[in-house]
């Protein structure tokens, strides 16, 4: 149980281009959702909150326009990452939190993450 | 910032105990102390996670001292798959009551044949 799912696991892209990715709960319901983005041999950073049927919060310094957040049920959230450029390029990974956890029980779930490049 | 520190690196010899330090000296008394994994190039896993008592599951034990300064992930017997970058994590209360993860550096662990 408690799986989460991101599609597409890779994707490449010319720069300028807007890009979708995806991310479910697959057996179990997320009222919120985190954005992660992760570069080579470096940590995860998160990138936002995403909470079921209102806006997300941003971390400082990630720009809400061109990493747009929609989570617009309880089980998909989704990240477009707009006008991509090179720097963009990263691996972005999604978690969702159980609904109804216990307090003190384990409630965030990763996804497998998904590779972008943008060239 | 992250609120936790750990070494770099380690080793360990398979089938041996892997033992993995982690300080957070200033965690505050509601904040839970998690551990992911994490393959290269695939999503974190996790591990275990405990607040002040110490924790043990089918993966791993955490050991958490009694001023919840600092705790010790411990891999029983770990075995080549466990080579992995590991994650001491404070979990956080932030805006809006939602509560994250505040990620550290991680120690790559390696294990050895």
């Known amino acids: 149980g408690a799986v989460v799912s991101q599609h597409p696991s890779r994707v490449i892209c010319k720069s300028g281009t807007s890009v979708k990715i995806e991310c479910r709960s697959l057996?179990?319901?997320?009222?919120?959702m985190f954005w992660y983005r992760q570069f080579p041999k470096q940590s995860l950073m998160l990138m936002a909150t995403?909470?079921?049927?209102?806006?997300?919060?941003?971390e400082q310094g990630v720009e809400k326009d061109k990493f747009l957040i929609n989570h617009a049920s309880l089980t998909l959230s989704t990240l477009t990452v707009t006008s991509a450029h090179p720097e963009d390029s990263s691996f972005y990974i999604c978690?969702?939190?159980?609904?109804?956890?216990?307090?003190?029980?384990?409630?965030?779930?990763f996804g497998p993450g998904t590779r972008l490049t943008v060239l | 910032d992250a609120k936790t520190t750990q070494p770099p690196s380690m080793d360990c010899a398979e089938g041996r105990a892997a033992n993995l330090p982690c300080n957070h000296s200033?965690?505050?008394?509601?904040?839970?102390v998690y551990w992911y994994r994490q393959i290269h190039s695939q999503g974190p896993q996790y591990i275990i996670h405990?607040?002040?008592?110490?924790e043990t599951n089918e993966m791993a034990s955490l050991i958490i001292t009694e001023d919840r300064k600092s705790s010790t992930l411990i891999l029983p017997h770990a075995t080549l798959r466990d080579t992995a970058v590991y994650y001491c994590?404070?979990?956080?209360?932030?805006?809006?009551?939602?509560?994250?993860?505040?990620w550290g550096l991680g120690t790559s662990l390696a294990v050895n044949p």
């Open positions: 995403s909470n079921e049927g209102s806006k997300a919060t941003y």
């Open positions: 994590i404070v979990r956080v209360v932030g805006a809006g009551n939602n509560r994250k993860l505040i």
């Open positions: 057996d179990f319901q997320a009222t919120t």
């Open positions: 200033t965690i505050s008394g509601n904040e839970y």
């Open positions: 978690s969702a939190n159980l609904a109804g956890a216990p307090q003190g029980g384990h409630e965030q779930f």
């Open positions: 405990g607040l002040k008592n110490n």
